[in-house]
């Protein structure tokens, strides 16, 4: 999926932000990006894989 500059100006008009032209192009390109690697995400084979909760194991400290 890609946003088209319009897509952008009714996000903004739907969040009631206003954007330069630049800001516009720049948040276009950061959004495309992030949609494509969501589709990558989608794409990759995780059949047989178990679902992960926490990646980092983060110890727990405890007072004494």
Do not use: C, F, W
């Not at 890609?2 to 390109?29: F, N, R």
């Not at 989608?42 to 047989?48: L, N, P, S, V």
């Amino acid at each position: 999926m890609k946003l088209s500059i319009e897509d952008i100006g009714a996000i903004s008009d739907i969040i009631k932000v206003s954007l330069t032209y630049e800001e516009e192009i720049k948040l276009l390109g950061d959004l495309n990006r992030l949609l494509e690697y969501i589709d990558e995400m989608h794409e990759q084979d995780t059949e047989g894989m178990d679902p992960v909760s926490n990646y980092y194991v983060v110890p727990r400290i405890i007072r004494e």
